[in-house]
Each structure stands twice: as structure tokens, then as C-alpha cells.
T-cell receptor, first 113, second 117 residues
């Protein structure tokens, strides 16, 4: 099966700075890597995803990079704002695993004003 | 009502009680999921239903019993739970299988916060 490690578990940045969260996965056959954001007391929501045939994807202030050789992928948030404060979860999908995403343990991001 | 809705939002039960969590999705999706979210742990997949048939069970204890009467409704029946089962239980749905180039986006409900005394 798949195993996803996520670091750091907590991250504090000053407003306007960048934040980077990293995840590693174990199964090289994994081919889909989404990131979910969960604000306090709210449901997780997809913010960006990437497939294994792409190395980088960007959507405004957020970007995800994927290194298939090293089996790690990262979330980059630039020009952070207080509303970016939330828990971020990475996940990996292993093809053939019957619709199962394996999630990382989450990163609590705090953007300090 | 839109999206994925869960009831109740909060539930306190004793170890001998029987209760059920309910999930309803209004998105026309074909797959529904139960996840357990405990503090500082990864989201744990409990059950997956696709077109009303259970696909994954992930070795969940039998004190948790899912039911999916149709593609829009999902239940989690709870019986003789343990204090360590206290957690946030999240329901999710997706359009279809994550295979075949689908985006695979999961749409989550707001969760049912369960406390077992």
C-alpha cells in the first residue's frame, strides 16, 4: 500500500512571506496528488492537484511541484494572507487501489499579521 | 441544500448505545466515503461505496457498520463503541472512480463530531 509523510506538522509565517509544505510517498506507481485545505471547524476542500505526467502546476498564489524520481511533492503558497491559516493535507492516489487516497497527517499553517 | 450534508453535527454516546450517522449528497456523484479524522493523524478511510456497492473496507472494527441504500445516502451505524472511537467522522463523495483520468476530487461534508463516554 501507499504511505504518505508530511512535514512540517506546524508552520508559522509572517503575512506576505511564502510557505512550503512537503510530502513524500512510498509507492512509485502513485499518479495523482491532491492538496486539501481545512479551515477551523470547516470541511476539507481541494485547493490544487497534480498528476504524475506534470512536474509543476500553479493557480494564482499556490503551486504544487512533483519530483517523481525522489517521490516527493510540495505545496508552495506565496504572499501569504491571514485567510491562508488552516490545516493543509496532502494525499497520494495509487492506481488500482479502488478509489483510495492516502492522506498525510496535515500541516497547521498560521499566518501572522 | 447543496453539496454534502451530515447529521448530526455533534453526538455524545455511551459505550452501550446504538446510534447512526447520516450523510446525503446532492451532487449526483457515484461514490461515497466515510473517513475518520483524529487529532494530528492522517484522514483514515473507513469505507468506500461506488454505485451502492461497498468497494473498500480497510479492516474497520465491526462495531462500525455502513449502509448505502442509494447513491445519494450513506449511513454509519454505531454500536458498542469505545472511547478511542471519539473523533470527527467525515463523509465525502466523488463523481466516479479516481482512475481513468478523472479529477477524483472529494467533496466533504462538515463532519459529525462523535464523543464516546
Amino acid at each position: 500500500g501507499e504511505n504518505v509523510e508530511q512535514h512540517p506538522s506546524t508552520l508559522s509565517v509572517q503575512e506576505g512571506d511564502s510557505a512550503v509544505i512537503k510530502c513524500t510517498y512510498s509507492d512509485s506507481a502513485s499518479n495523482y496528488f491532491p492538496w486539501y485545505k481545512q479551515e477551523l471547524g470547516k470541511r476539507p476542500q481541494l485547493i490544487i492537484d497534480i498528476r504524475s505526467n506534470v512536474g509543476e502546476k500553479k493557480d494564482q498564489r499556490i503551486a504544487v511541484t512533483l519530483n517523481k524520481t525522489a517521490k516527493h511533492f510540495s505545496l508552495h503558497i506565496t504572499e501569504t494572507q491571514p485567510e491562508d491559516s488552516a490545516v493543509y493535507f496532502c494525499a497520494a492516489f495509487l492506481s488500482g487501489s479502488a478509489r483510495q487516497l492516502t492522506f498525510g497527517s496535515g500541516t497547521q499553517l498560521t499566518v501572522l499579521p | 441544500e447543496t453539496g454534502v450534508t451530515q447529521t448530526p453535527r455533534h453526538l455524545v454516546m455511551g459505550m452501550t448505545n446504538k446510534k447512526s450517522l447520516k450523510c446525503e449528497q446532492h451532487l449526483g456523484h457515484n461514490a461515497m466515503y466515510w473517513y475518520k479524522q483524529s487529532a494530528k493523524k492522517p484522514l483514515e478511510l473507513m469505507f468506500v461505496y461506488s454505485l451502492e456497492e461497498r468497494v473498500e473496507n480497510n479492516s474497520v472494527p465491526s462495531r462500525f457498520s455502513p449502509e448505502c441504500p442509494n447513491s445519494s445516502h450513506l449511513f454509519l451505524h454505531l454500536h458498542t463503541l469505545q472511547p478511542e472511537d471519539s473523533a470527527l467522522y467525515l463523509c465525502a463523495s466523488s463523481q466516479d472512480s479516481l482512475a481513468g483520468g478523472n479529477t477524483g476530487e472529494l467533496f466533504f461534508g462538515e463532519g459529525s463530531r462523535l464523543t464516546v463516554l
